[in-house]
């Protein structure tokens, strides 16, 4: 069974960071694109940074960009995402995901095939 777990939320104040991991279980996605999605209490699911398989293209929800940094390591098949400067607008579940087989990063939701449960990350003013 293929599964995505993420790790590393928290609770912490504005102007703090936190680093997220995904590490994928059941699969490799070393030739998948992968990406970090985030959803707020009442809002719909939002994309927040994207990976293509080999790293060499990334892509970022205006708000995040210079503040967070989507990477990956393919020895150990994880994805991570360092948030810097964090803000309160930033609350939400963040969730990781990753496309089945080839295909270019993307920040429509509906391009990934897998999903993880979901990590949340609250940031207090």
């Known amino acids: 069974q293929v599964q995505l777990a993420e790790s590393g939320g928290g609770l912490v104040q504005a102007g703090d960071s936190l680093r997220l991991s995904c590490t994928p279980s059941?699969?490799?996605?070393?030739?998948?694109?992968m990406g970090w999605f985030r959803q707020a209490p009442g809002k719909e699911r939002q994309f927040v940074a994207v990976?293509?398989?080999?790293?060499?293209?990334?892509y970022y929800l205006d708000s995040v960009k210079g503040r967070f940094t989507i990477s990956r390591d393919h020895a150990k098949n994880m994805v991570y995402l360092q948030m810097n400067s964090l803000r309160p607008t930033d609350t939400a579940v963040y969730y990781c995901?990753?496309?089945?087989?080839?295909?270019?990063?993307?920040?429509?939701?509906?391009?990934?095939?897998?999903w993880g449960q979901g990590t949340q990350v609250t940031v207090s003013s």
């Open positions: 059941g699969r490799t996605f070393s030739s998948a694109a």
């Open positions: 995901a990753a496309r089945n087989g080839w295909g270019s990063a993307s920040p429509f939701h509906y391009d990934y095939a897998y």
């Open positions: 990976i293509n398989w080999d790293g060499s293209t990334t």
